[in-house]
């Protein structure tokens, strides 16, 4: 079965970095695209970026880009979100997402918060 | 960007009731749109997608309909475990968008 596993998420000072990961295992991960979508606290879902199965396209969100990275590693199953310059507007539950070969997220991890704060 | 538009923004019923949820796109889609159910603090979860194809596991009383901009999202015979958020999004064109989400409370 599906799982993915998010980590990485914590407290952290505006202007500051923080990576993501999230940990595939039940599929062949490197055979397909994968998202990260994110939930600010009380707020409805949003779309961050789109990775391809070669890597090759990456596609962000107008309020990310030039900010956060999108990149797999596929020898360790594992997607990551490099996210710099934080703002408090970053502030969210951030998920990881598998998709499915028409570009759609079809199963979804658990989520980790990531809290900007000062 | 795409916006989509979902309506009502919340809504009670009844276990047994049969539900509809709207959801507008600002441009034609092309039937790429699916819905999630998302319960307080857990993940999303997909029900449909391309509009009217159930995910697998899914139960059948939840079923999508609509093409080209408008869509609709049907559960029938209401159980205690639908009572939820749910989303629509659209998956044609990058940013992928979500609408503001419909809140199902029981009445």
């Known amino acids: 079965q599906v799982q993915l596993v998010e980590s990485g998420g914590g407290v952290v000072q505006p202007g500051r970095s923080l990576r993501l990961s999230c940990a595939a295992s039940g599929f062949t991960f490197s055979s397909y695209a994968m998202h990260w979508v994110r939930q600010a606290p009380g707020k409805g879902l949003e779309w961050v970026a789109i990775i391809s199965s070669d890597a090759s396209k990456k596609y962000y969100v107008d309020s990310v880009k030039g900010r956060f990275t999108i990149s797999r590693d596929d020898s360790k199953n594992t997607l990551y979100l490099q996210m710099n310059s934080l703002r408090v507007e970053d502030t969210a539950v951030y998920y990881c997402a598998k998709s499915d070969f028409s570009g759609r997220e079809d199963y979804w991890g658990q989520g980790t918060l990531v809290t900007v704060s000062s | 960007d795409i916006q989509m538009t979902q309506s009502p923004s919340s809504l009670s019923a009844s276990v047994g009731d049969r539900i509809t949820i709207t959801c507008r796109a600002s441009q034609d889609i092309n039937n790429y749109l699916v819905w999630v159910q998302q319960k307080p603090g857990k993940a999303p979860k997909s029900l449909i997608y391309?509009?009217?194809s159930l995910q697998s596991g899914v139960p059948s009383r939840f079923s999508g309909g609509g093409s080209g901009t408008d869509f609709t999202l049907t559960i029938s015979n209401l159980q205690p475990e639908d009572f939820a958020t749910y989303y629509c999004q659209q998956y044609n064109r990058y940013p992928y968008t979500f609408g503001q989400g419909t809140k199902l409370e029981i009445k």
């Open positions: 391309a509009a009217s």
